[in-house]
């Protein structure tokens, strides 16, 4: 595989994000196969490398073709926005909503011009989004929204896990209340395709059961019987290699074993309590769907700790590789 350029905006400054980039930037593992492009602002990142004591260089560039893409070297397209400064670690600013936003935007419009092959995002703040009066919800809204792009899934991985989730920000009750057969059949589909996009070929997917033993055939739910087997049906008429449903205590651990190649969770806590018990620092998210490849850290802004030296990088490292290895196949 050929190196390829991943842009790494820093986020949130008033969180962890720089300390995470500057933390993994020092790596000299990262540099074997990525080249790694940071977008963010030139003070922040002086301040993050002052917080962690590591010693590397600033190479600010304006033109991606101007990066070095050595180790011991960061590349930075500085868009001095904000001064990294003056930004309070662990407190909701404005300045740091909206230069976080300018940060995702330019590493969009970088993917977009092929200039870089990925983009692999740290932490923002919602309150600081909404304080800056941005009005996006997060990452995948915010990255939908620039590219034009209808509805791009979230799915997780650790090690050889994969997650797609039906529902995510929603309560219990309404989530439940979200699986009909329809909206069922269609993800199974929109899945199977997602992962051919990742360069899985004929994909096996599993589908959780939403009550426990998967209902039991009625006993303990109708869900299963009288949603989820007749879209799980109709799927396996179009192609789709589809199981299911299957008892949620048990499909994650068989998918880890390799018997699938991904599973669909039906709520949020479902997929992510089974993902984050695997490796909680590996567990990684992936925005599918995007004309580019997107993963993150699955951590917050970690306000309580930014600023201390503290943060452990692994997350952004996991996040900068499965990038490199995505963009190599994504279509």
Excluded at 101 to 129: M, Q, R, Y
Excluded at 152 to 169: A, C, E, G, S
Excluded at 208 to 233: D, Q, T
Excluded at 244 to 266: M, N
Aim: aromatic fraction near 8%; include cysteine; glycine fraction near 8%.
């Amino acid at each position: 595989m050929s190196k390829k350029i991943v842009a790494i905006p820093i986020g949130d400054i008033a969180g962890v994000g720089p300390e995470i980039v500057v933390k993994s930037l020092n790596k000299k593992i990262i540099y074997d196969k990525v080249n790694p492009l940071v977008v963010g602002e030139l003070r922040a990142i002086k301040r993050a490398l002052e917080v962690t004591n590591i010693n590397l260089e600033i190479n600010v560039v304006d033109k991606v073709e101007k990066a070095k893409f050595e180790f011991g070297t960061i590349d930075l397209i500085d868009l001095n926005n904000v001064n990294g400064y003056e930004i309070k670690f662990g407190e909701v600013q404005a300045k740091a909503g909206k230069s976080a936003f300018e940060f995702i935007k330019k590493s969009v419009e970088l993917a977009g011009e092929h200039k870089v092959d990925a983009i692999a995002t740290t932490p923002i703040n919602k309150e600081a989004l909404k304080a800056a009066k941005i009005n996006y919800i997060g990452h995948t809204e915010i990255l939908a929204g620039l590219t034009g792009t209808g509805d791009p899934m979230t799915m997780f991985q650790v090690r050889n896990l994969r997650v797609f989730f039906l529902t995510r920000h929603l309560s219990l009750k309404d989530a439940v209340s979200s699986v009909k057969k329809d909206k069922v059949y269609e993800y199974i589909l929109k899945c199977s395709k997602g992962l051919m996009q990742l360069g899985v070929k004929n994909p096996r997917i599993a589908i959780a059961g939403l009550n426990p033993h998967a209902g039991e055939h009625g006993l303990f739910g109708m869900e299963e019987v009288e949603e989820i087997v007749p879209a799980v049906e109709a799927a396996r008429e179009k192609g789709i290699d589809i199981e299911g449903p299957i008892g949620a205590d048990s499909v994650f651990y068989k998918a880890l074993k390799g018997t699938y190649d991904a599973v669909i969770s039906l709520y949020h806590d479902q997929g992510h309590i089974a993902t984050k018990m695997v490796d909680f620092e590996k567990t990684i998210s992936i925005t599918v769907g995007l004309p580019f490849i997107r993963t993150s850290v699955d951590h917050g802004t970690a306000f309580d700790i930014a600023g201390k030296n503290i943060v452990s990088p692994v997350s952004m490292e996991e996040a900068i590789k499965l990038a490199y290895e995505y963009a190599e196949v994504y279509k």
